[in-house]
């Protein structure tokens, strides 16, 4: 059983799936930081100073000067302000992700070689057919 784990946990594409789970972490720790440190406090400038991560809903009835007093009264909250801090990371992750994968897709079309065609089309009956065909068949007729 050790070795079939060894083997299993060595493989090339496990390797690459960890760094890309690392990397993936620390990138979202970045997207996170900009929207935090960067991005909520320009949209608050627009939104006459809102912090957003102080928005919230007591399920209590009462009201409260901010969320770390809510939460040192233990009352229940909905945190919306900090729910849209967080669709907003994922909405520039999604977007940064985008970028980079049409990126790589541009390079790689750049790279791969034309396809070479394995099929062809009957004259007579519009069907695909194997490129090296004599006679379609399908209608069976003989084709160039």
């Known amino acids: 059983m050790l ?6 946990a060595l493989r090339g594409n496990m390797i690459d799936l960890a760094v ?3 990397i993936g972490g620390a990138f979202s720790a970045l997207v996170t930081s900009m929207v935090n440190d960067i991005i909520m406090p320009i949209l608050s400038i627009f939104t006459k100073n809102i912090d957003y ?3 919230f809903i007591a399920l209590d009835g009462k009201d409260y000067e ?9 009352a229940a909250t909905i ?3 900090s729910f849209l801090s967080g ?3 994922f909405l520039i992750m999604a977007f940064v ?6 990126q790589i897709n541009k390079l790689r079309a750049k790279n791969e070689p034309a396809a070479v065609p394995t099929m062809k089309q009957c004259p007579h009956c519009f069907s695909d057919i194997n490129i090296n ?5 399908h209608c069976t007729s003989e084709v160039e």
Do not use: H, M, Q
């Open 3 to 8: 070795k079939e784990f060894k083997k299993f």
């Open 20 to 22: 890309g789970v690392i």
């Open 53 to 55: 991560s102080n928005l």
């Open 66 to 74: 901010s969320l770390d007093a809510a939460k040192a009264a233990a």
């Open 79 to 81: 945190n919306y302000g």
């Open 87 to 89: 669709v907003i990371n």
């Open 97 to 102: 992700v985008f970028l980079f994968v049409r």
């Open 133 to 137: 065909a004599t006679r379609c068949p």
